[in-house]
């Protein structure tokens, strides 16, 4: 916990200070139950964790007055760093993107030995993984950690699942007096830092058992676009990444510039915030500090989140057990959002707090509890016709609306990944031979899946504007068939073989003639309305190029992203025993010094001290013995792979040395 005396003597300076504001949409996960507050000395705490290892930094915790200020926020985490050498710092923040505008003039006016030296530290802002979807679209990719190098594939998240497990004491210490609360909040940091410390044996190979296998497979994904594009053209969409790496105003290579009429989700929620805005300046905010349509957009992102958990369900096979810890953590990060919307349901959808409680009383006892991804959210239009009437007017069109976003977004999703399958059809057809074939059929199903997903996104969302607005709000959006998912110039599998039996005898310049007049012809069919719907882009060469160009960059980010981790992994096994070595040594250095103190105390002392190197001395066999017996053959070849590049680093020697 922060020192009371220079953290309230900094305080005094912002009593009248603002909450740290955030991205439209994203108030209702920053939700705060401020009646719960009301006559204790602090609305809660705030946190800085090592976002590797999830790790409670020195200093990391201190007290909030009234929810998260910039004051207390800047506070905590320049505190927290106190005493260590930087030249490389990463901070991930639910609203980063906010808080990162005038940060370096906010540290001016802290105490000095707090400040950061800029001209030397190079300090990154990144939103968390999963709050970033909750932001805007063009906030998400320009300050999300999948693209931002270096950080592996580090989730960001750490800091809710350590405020999970640390609920218990929060409501156990609330009304203590403050130094019984801050040493029993303490005293569980210390046990919950112990614990994970101690557990680095068991989780960091297996973190890399994980990590070498996406990574290889993601190397093979990026080189199977990668070898569909020409010379030129590689070269100027690398230029594209590394400018916007240099200047994020530049350019963004992972968001396409193609233009659309329509209105997607991101936009529709800056309208209604902006509405909802006014209504605030005429006093009619909305209630317990989240608006109607914080609350709408709260439940899509649930929503969201049970897709993603139903597509890992279906990926479960290689690494089961792994994949099942991963499943599991996504799990529980769904229930403790679930959680805060049920509060926010008693207030905005009585007849969900209905349907729940009726539902509750339907379950068989016998049978374990829903699963995350079969758990029904309940926004007004998963509600049957009764208890959705208990709904306001108001609120059933802010989800019909956003949820028309959702449909664009869709539609916009399907073109790009069906203009990029038809670019690998045409690749596949000037690449003949066993490698191109496995290469483009291995690349089709993961954009067959994408497509499949974006589909059940669409009808989903689809049913739910049916279901509050009738027959008449979907005349615009018609029902997604399985034959509406093509581009005209898609083939069966057969036809280029057909054409390039037509185009025998041609040369290649001809035949590309060939190939573009047999296109023209088959745009004379039915086009499919996915590619008019609210003024959709053209099916011209530059739409096709772009689609591919964007996910070409998402290739080569993810790519790029798992070989770090790889990196970061195997550098943090080294240094975990290294620093193992160095605990012992400190020890054993302290035992061998003569004190002037009683015989009986000097014996107590170096015997304690001998405790503490032999304690340290049995983790790190401890740790490499279970590298030796689980991991073998992957620590193994991490070694290989790092002698082979001509690493010198005692560090590597540890994991074959015993000490």
Known sequence: MQEEGPYKEHLRNYVNEKDVSSCIAFKALLQKDNRLTTGLRSSGVGGVVCARHEL??????????????????????????????????????????????????????MPENLRLDLTIIQVLFALPVWHAMAHERSCQVQNSLTYTAGVGRTDGEGIERVWSRLIAIAWATRVMGRGAREDGIEDKVDHENYEKNINQGQVLPRKLIVAIAERDEQIAGFEQVDATLEGEVREEWQGIIDAWKSDRQSKNPYESATPTRAASEAAIRRELAKEELEDASAGRGGQHGTSMTSFVVMGLQLEDAQFR????????????????????????????????????????????????????????????ALQAEATTVYLPSRLPRVKRDGCSEELKAKEMRLRVGQMEDCV?????????????????????????????ATLAQRIQKSIDETAARYRSARAALLALGGEEAGVDWPELKDDDIRVEEERDSDAGARRKLANVGLGAKETRKSRRAGRAHSSKHVMSWIWTSGGGPGEDEEDLREAVRVEWSKAQARRDRWTEEVQHLREEMRRVLRFLRWTALKWEKRASVE?????????????????????????????????????????????????????????????????
């Open 56 to 109: 409670i930094r020195p200093q990391g915790l201190g007290n909030l007055q009234k929810g998260e200020r910039y004051s207390n926020m800047d506070y905590i985490v320049l505190a927290s760093l106190l005493g260590i050498t930087l030249l490389w710092l990463a901070i991930s923040y639910d609203v980063a993107c906010q808080w990162q505008v005038n940060f370096p003039r906010r540290m001016e006016e």
């Open 595 to 659: 004190r002037e103190v009683d015989q009986n105390l000097r014996g107590g002392l170096k015997a304690y001290a001998a405790r503490q190197a032999a304690t340290a001395r049995s983790i790190s066999r401890r740790f490499r013995n279970a590298w030796d017996t689980s991991v073998s053959d992957t620590v193994r070849a991490a070694l290989r792979e790092e002698a082979a590049m001509g690493v010198e680093d005692d560090g590597m020697d540890l994991l074959i040395e015993e000490f």
């Open 309 to 368: 958990i139903k597509r890992q369900v279906a990926q479960r096979g290689l690494l089961a057990s792994d994949q099942s810890e991963r499943l599991a953590e996504l799990r529980r990060s769904f229930f403790i959002k679930l959680r805060k919307f049920r509060r926010l349901q008693e207030v905005y959808a009585p007849g969900a707090v209905q349907q729940l409680a009726e539902d509750e009383e339907k379950r068989d006892p016998e049978l374990p």
């Open 412 to 440: 916009a999703k399907l073109r790009r990944c069906l203009l990029s399958r038809r670019h690998l059809w045409d690749w596949r057809e000037q690449n003949v031979g066993q490698r191109a074939g496995t290469r483009a």
